[in-house]
């Protein structure tokens, strides 16, 4: 049994590809970074079964796709992630993460949990709130621009200087959709990752403050859910912080079902 890293997504695909498939929506946050990541990873077993997969993006912060406990406590040994240096951040799900953190021997703190939900049967909000969905466009990006970075703000981590790329790439993809009220102004967004070994994820959900309260959150993530089925998505995903118990209950209205709960963890010394 053993860890084994490239920096190729086509040799990552290649060795890991039946996993990564198998369990495409646990391992939806690898799925997703894996075509920019610095360093990915798969722990393949004696009989060549590969039953655990991670990626480092850029950031450095790993994050573990389905991964037993047995593999995950497999890469404490220092440099086993790629160099000398020692994460301070690791994310994934809350089992394996915590097998990693207790087996390195470092403190370590729990700074973010997540539940991961895959939807069942889409069920639209009753009643159905005022205004319509509609996809985003270039002009829509200085103020998708602010929004995003008050999510990001609103998840605990510093905003970037400039989200235009990421915006435009959703927007050019037709993944980023708006929810406008009666009188046309926008109210809410969300955004889907594309469509990799069939799973999808909704993400960037977000109303502003002074739109809270009106059904504006479920009607566009109802219709980005539904857009990524159309599209031909098997599993349509999200995250909630567990925190939040308000985003937690409408996913559920809407038909999302828990599927695993997830931790980020930051180490100090």
Do not use: C, K
């Not at 993460?97 to 939900?117: D, H, I, N, Q, S």
Request: hydrophobic share 45%; charged share 20%.
């Amino acid at each position: 049994m053993t860890w084994s890293f490239t920096d190729s997504p086509a040799v990552f695909r290649a060795a890991a590809g039946g996993h990564l498939a198998a369990e495409a929506a646990r391992n939806t946050a690898v799925l997703t970074l894996m075509d920019t990541a610095e360093r990915l990873g798969w722990w393949a077993e004696p009989d060549g079964r590969v039953t655990g997969v991670l990626a480092v993006p850029p950031s450095g912060a790993p994050s573990f796709g389905a991964v037993t406990e047995e593999a995950a406590r497999a890469l404490a040994p220092a440099g086993l992630l790629g160099d000398e240096r020692r994460p301070a951040v690791v994310r994934g799900e809350t089992a394996a993460v915590e097998a990693y953190a207790e087996a390195t021997g470092r403190r370590w703190e729990p700074t973010t949990r997540m539940r991961l939900f895959r939807l069942g049967e889409l069920t639209p909000q009753d009643p159905a709130p005022e205004g319509r969905a509609r996809l985003a466009t270039e002009a829509d990006v200085p103020l998708l621009a602010v929004w995003t970075a008050a999510f990001v703000v609103a998840m605990g981590h510093e905003p970037a200087e400039d989200y235009t790329g990421l915006l435009t790439e959703r927007i050019s993809g037709q993944r980023l959709r708006l929810w406008e009220a009666p009188d046309g102004r926008p109210v809410a967004m969300a955004a889907l990752s594309r469509t990799i070994e069939g799973q999808a994820r909704v993400h960037l959900v977000f109303t502003p403050s002074a739109e809270r309260g009106r059904g504006y959150a479920a009607g566009v993530t109802e219709a980005v859910s539904r857009a990524a089925r159309d599209a031909g998505a098997a599993q349509v995903v999200l995250f909630t912080d567990l925190s939040n118990p308000t985003s937690n209950a409408l996913y559920q209205r809407l038909g999302y079902r828990p599927l695993t709960d997830h931790l980020s963890v930051t180490f100090s010394g």
